[in-house]
């Protein structure tokens, strides 16, 4: 297997754990940039995109601005993350050249006009988020990556409007395009997703199934260090499972603090500033806790992945579907 394949099996496949060394390619390098961020490590993920931004190649530099927009919208940077998603839409051209993972212009605007759409609908504008996804939606087939996370942000958005019967279906597609493309990293966020759908249905099967897929979501995103996916998701199982509600609490702080500790210092502040990420996460957990010394979040050391010379940098809401969206 050759080293860009094995990339895009860390990215796209069932290796989201791989370890990340240092790519020549350009196309390589925002590959490990997905993987990395997909682990919760936004600085090194950062060094990479932001000298991608740059790049001649316009599907390159788009994915990079739209990835890097996916990172600070995942800690609640939806402003931030709005500037780099129209700079990833405005950097293409017309050209169509396909690609199985949409690592083409297709995609790349696809990435743009759902990371647009998601940055609407974290900041109320449900109106604004509708007509991006519409858009997005007319690209027509832009391969099951795109499909996937069109998935996703038709679930947000009906889920923001109350229409939580609505967002299952949409779940639910998302969660056969990952199974069927064997994504591992977008099946656990598309089991995430349904699991706050049927949570807000609020059926007591409903329920029932939200907590086994959250619970699953959490166990496999421990396994693969997916930890951007640990803290939402254990506090969408705070309410599933209010009996071990302090449990997945101090999970989720141990996760969160451990992907902030693996950030740069825009995402720091974004997290902090932001009213996705619940105040009661951002207070360091007492480490003598044993959800979290369990998990031993808070003994991993901060980001030292070698991409490039700058490898490291309040409310109550979670935020569960497209709004944590990512590539």
């Known amino acids: 297997m050759s080293a860009s394949e094995a990339l895009r099996r860390a990215a796209f496949g069932d290796r989201p754990d791989a370890h990340i060394s240092t790519p020549t390619t350009a196309k390589d390098r925002w590959l490990a940039a997905v993987v990395l961020g997909g682990q919760g490590r936004y600085a090194a993920a950062s060094s990479i995109l932001t000298e991608l931004l740059k790049h001649p190649e316009p599907v390159i530099a788009s994915l990079a601005a739209s990835t890097l927009g996916s990172h600070r919208r995942q800690v609640g940077g939806h402003d931030v993350a709005r500037r780099l998603d129209a700079a990833a839409l405005a950097r293409l051209t017309d050209t169509v050249d396909g690609d199985c993972d949409g690592i083409d212009t297709l995609g790349a605007r696809s990435d743009a006009l759902l990371g647009l759409a998601a940055d609407a609908l974290g900041t109320g504008r449900l109106t604004a988020s509708r007509r991006l996804i519409a858009a997005a939606d007319a690209l027509g087939d832009v391969g099951w990556r795109g499909q996937v996370r069109l998935g996703w942000v038709k679930a947000e958005v009906e ?4 229409n939580s019967s609505e967002s299952v279906p949409y779940a639910e597609s998302a969660l056969r395009r990952a199974r069927a493309a064997g994504a591992t990293r977008h099946i656990a966020k598309s089991e995430m997703v349904l699991a706050a759908a049927l949570t807000a249905r609020g059926g007591v099967t409903e329920r029932i199934r939200a907590r086994h ?6 166990d496999q995103a421990i396994e ?3 930890l951007p996916l640990v803290w939402p998701c254990s506090l969408l199982l705070a309410d599933l499972d209010p009996d071990k509600a302090e449990r997945h609490r101090g999970r989720a702080a141990g996760a969160l603090h451990c992907v902030l500790r693996r950030s740069d210092p825009i995402a720091r502040r974004l997290a902090a500033s932001s009213p996705w990420v619940p105040d009661t996460l951002l207070t360091p ?15 991993l050391p901060p980001d030292r992945v070698k991409v490039g010379v700058q490898a490291s940098d309040r409310g109550g809401g979670t935020s569960l579907g497209c709004r944590k969206e990512s590539p």
């Open 285 to 299: 957990p007492e480490p003598t806790q044993p959800s979290i010394r369990a998990n031993s979040f808070t003994e």
């Open 159 to 162: 889920l923001a409007s109350g």
């Open 224 to 226: 693969y260090g997916l």
């Open 213 to 218: 897929l959250a619970s699953e979501v959490v």
